[in-house]
């Protein structure tokens, strides 16, 4: 069985294929400060309560933006797995995809499996939207190639930040309102929140199109995706579980040939 382990700035997201199928997924807090054997007792933990039996594990990919949590990850699957994991990023792995920037060592993990994965589902010319600690916005090419993207702050910051700076204003949930004009702060927070991002999301869809030249298709992830896949949502497909399935995707992919790879002594420092 492989574990995939997405290591993000608010979350880290831990899941289980038996071949290809995914027959679990767990999210955690993530904590700089957590070490190897705070990471092997949640996961262990969770394959309990999944019926997964931890010696059934054979194989760790990861994908991570946490550099403190590297180290950690690394000595867990090693110590508790007995395996070393393939880590996207790594010179020896190859992440499937063509990286159209002069600085390729820039681009999160994260967002190259995204890309990788909604490149296999939806082919060229395709916009991938995750709504996570920050929004992003990758762009892939006709050829498939990563050809850049934008980052803007998610809605969990921004709604802290308003908390912070303005002493009256709560920290209110995210929420679709039933109306724009809010009759109370709560209300006119959560629809200045909620229709800026739509038209954040719109206005930033819209430049990347006309900037292109074509249309694209628009998929979106991350936890809040489904808040802005209404009917009339310029977003085309909502795949909440993008990221993990990438992962497993390029695990496979570099199953075979990552074992040649490095026995040839061949190496990938961005294609």
């Known amino acids: 069985m492989l574990l995939t ?13 038996d071949n290809k199928k995914l027959v679990g997924k767990w999210r955690i807090v993530t904590d700089r400060n957590r070490t ?10 969770f394959l309990e309560l999944g019926g997964i039996k931890q010696k059934k594990i ?25 395996c070393k994991p393939m880590v996207l990023g790594e010179e020896n792995v190859n992440p499937g995809i063509g990286i159209l920037l002069e600085r390729k060592s820039e681009i999160g993990a994260d967002r190259l499996v995204n890309a990788f994965a909604a490149f296999n589902r939806f082919g060229g010319n ?12 990758d762009v892939i090419d006709a050829s498939g190639n990563y050809a850049g ?13 308003l ?9 209110v949930a995210v929420a679709m309102p039933q109306k724009v004009i809010g009759t109370s702060t ?24 006309a900037e292109i030249g074509k249309e694209m298709q628009v998929v979106a992830t991350g936890g809040l995706a489904s808040l802005f896949c209404g009917d009339d949502s310029i977003i085309t497909h909502l795949e909440p579980d993008l990221t ?7 695990y496979e992919l570099n199953r075979v040939w990552g074992l040649w790879a490095m026995d040839e002594g061949i190496v990938f420092s961005g294609l």
């Open 126 to 137: 395709t916009i991938v939207v995750d709504f996570g600690t920050a929004t992003t916005f």
């Open 244 to 250: 993990i399935y990438g992962l497993q995707e390029i």
């Open 58 to 82: 054979n194989a760790v990919i990861i994908a991570n933006v946490v550099p403190q949590a590297m180290f950690p990850l690394r000595t867990m699957c090693e110590e508790y797995f007995d």
């Open 5 to 17: 382990i997405d290591a993000g700035n608010t979350n880290t997201v831990f899941a289980v294929f």
């Open 149 to 161: 993207g934008v980052i803007s702050p998610g809605i969990n910051l921004s709604i802290k930040a």
């Open 36 to 45: 190897s054997d705070e990471y092997a007792l949640a996961i262990t933990q």
């Open 163 to 171: 908390h912070i700076a303005a002493a009256k204003l709560p920290e």
């Open 186 to 209: 709560i209300e006119a927070m959560q629809s200045g929140i909620y229709w800026g991002y739509v038209g954040l999301v719109e206005g930033i869809i819209k430049k990347i199109k």
